[in-house]
T-cell receptor, first 114, second 110 residues
Framework: EAGVAQSPRYKIIEKRQSVAFWCNPI?????LYWYQQILGQGPKLLIQ????????DSQLPKDRFSAERLKGVDSTLKIQPAKLEDSAVYLC????????????FGQGTRLTVV | GENVEQHPSTLSVQEGDSAVIKCTYS??????FPWYKQELGKRPQLIID???NVGEKKDQRIAVTLNKTAKHFSLHITETQPEDSAVYFC?????????WGAGTKLIIKP
């Protein structure tokens, strides 16, 4: 089966600019996650969707980050305006709707804010 | 909310020896415990998982044990090989949400 697709792979922007990341989950997966992984740390959940509804966005900095999942398939994550501390790898993952569901990760987008 | 602690943060073992990574969780309602391996520059991938109604699960050289009473679970890797070098993350699932540990960097010395 095709994996989770993310784009772009790399992005360099200046602080205060805006940026958007795109994710296409595995076909049929109801759950979609966006994670932020800072170098040397574990993934930090930013937002979790179940179909097109939000399950958890408690760690999403809502003053600058936004995410949407239209029609319960593709998703975009936006940062506006970016800060230096937003430099990280942004990982998208998808999984089934069950409790015991594996999360399949995309390759990630490495964001560098200068 | 749920909290997952993982130890050690770095583990260095001789090739061929065993490695053990431990995690503790705080919410007794957690019912699913996956382990992910992340090689340098790559995405995390599931290597083994265990459900709360099982005490132990094994898959070739890796095994996971779960102690629900003590609220801790462990990853065991036997006969370690160079390709086992990676960062390992434990996680606990509650209410369809995965809470991750901070990761353990496993170094296999030749």
């Amino acid at each position: 089966e095709a994996g989770v697709a993310q784009s772009p792979r790399y992005k360099i922007i200046e602080k205060r600019q805006s940026v958007a990341f795109w994710c296409n989950p595995i076909s049929g997966h109801a759950t979609l996650y966006w994670y932020q992984q800072i170098l040397g740390q574990g993934p930090k959940l930013l937002i979790q969707f179940q179909n097109n509804g939000v399950v958890d966005d408690s760690q999403l900095p809502k003053d600058r980050f936004s995410a949407e999942r239209l029609k319960g398939v593709d998703s975009t994550l936006k940062i506006q305006p970016a800060k230096l501390e937003d430099s990280a790898v942004y990982l998208c993952a998808s999984g089934g709707s069950g409790v015991f569901t594996e999360a399949f990760f995309g390759q990630g987008t490495r964001l560098t804010v200068v | 909310g749920e909290n997952v602690e993982q130890h050690p943060s770095t583990l260095s073992v001789q090739e061929g020896d065993s490695a053990v990574i431990k995690c503790t969780y705080s919410d007794s309602a957690s019912n699913y415990f996956p382990w992910y391996k992340q090689e340098l520059g790559k995405r995390p991938q599931l290597i083994i998982d265990i459900r709360s109604n099982v005490g132990e699960k094994k898959d070739q050289r890796i095994a996971v044990t779960l102690n629900k009473t003590a609220k801790h679970f462990s990853l065991h890797i036997t006969e370690t090989q160079p390709e086992d070098s990676a960062v390992y993350f434990c996680a606990a699932s509650i209410n369809y949400q995965l809470i991750w540990g901070a990761g353990t960097k496993l170094i296999i010395k030749p």
